[in-house]
T-cell receptor, first 114, second 111 residues
């Protein structure tokens, strides 16, 4: 069964600190892995997308890693800001062409406090 | 600016009523999708369409209907057969290369 599990479920950090969010998946065949940021009451916004051959991708203060052997990904946020408070969703695309099905994790809810 | 627009942002439905959620995109994307988001759960696929005049059921299609008469538009109707319609609904559009853009969502509440 295709699954994406994220941890922790929720996280509170102080402004300026770093944090790492985890994503484990069992999806086959693997096409790509995406991280999205979703503010409360808004649609998800793409942060990174990685294919099988990529193991690191950065977008400003966000750095995603992918270990295709262990089927794990992480999202590292550096020097957190209050505006980083949001849900972060890991999404794995399953398929080898044509229609690729997206498998969504339940998300990690991050709260950054001053 | 290119984008995907959902309306309304908030919608209230009485028991036994059908309601239609709008989704319009000007990104020239072939594929469009409808997802439902409930607290503590990942997004679940309701319906998707890869081309005009064609659409497929997703994982939780019961109680929902869609149409795709134009490339730009993919409206979702929540029918009275949907027993638990209160949720946040997200529309997305995408390309075969994998680019994916979400709308800002519609929050539907049954009153």
């Amino acid at each position: 069964k295709n699954q994406v599990e994220q941890s922790p479920q929720s996280l509170i950090i102080l402004e300026g600190k770093n944090c790492t969010l985890q994503c484990n998946y069992t999806v086959s065949p693997f096409s790509n892995l995406r991280w999205y940021k979703q503010d409360t009451g808004r649609g998800p916004v793409s942060l990174t997308i990685m294919t099988f051959s990529e193991n690191t991708k950065s977008n400003g203060r966000y750095t995603a890693t992918l270990d295709a052997d262990t089927k794990q990904s992480s999202l590292h946020i550096t020097a957190s800001q209050l505006s980083d408070s949001a849900s972060y969703i890991c999404v794995v695309s399953a398929g080898s062409g044509g229609y690729n099905k997206l498998i969504f994790g339940a998300g990690t809810r991050l709260a950054v406090h001053p | 600016d290119g984008g995907i627009t959902q309306s309304p942002k908030y919608l209230f439905r009485k028991e036994g009523q059908n309601v239609t959620l709008s989704c319009e995109q000007n990104l020239n994307h072939d594929a469009m999708y409808w997802y439902r988001q409930d607290p503590g759960q990942g997004l679940r696929l309701i319906y998707y369409s890869q081309i005009v005049n064609d659409f497929q059921k997703g994982d939780i299609a019961e109680g929902y209907s869609v149409s795709r008469e134009k490339k730009e538009s993919f409206p979702l109707t929540v029918t009275s057969a949907q027993k638990n319609p209160t949720a946040f609904y997200l529309c997305a559009s995408g390309t075969t290369a994998g680019g994916y853009t979400f709308g800002s969502g519609t929050r539907l509440t049954v009153v």
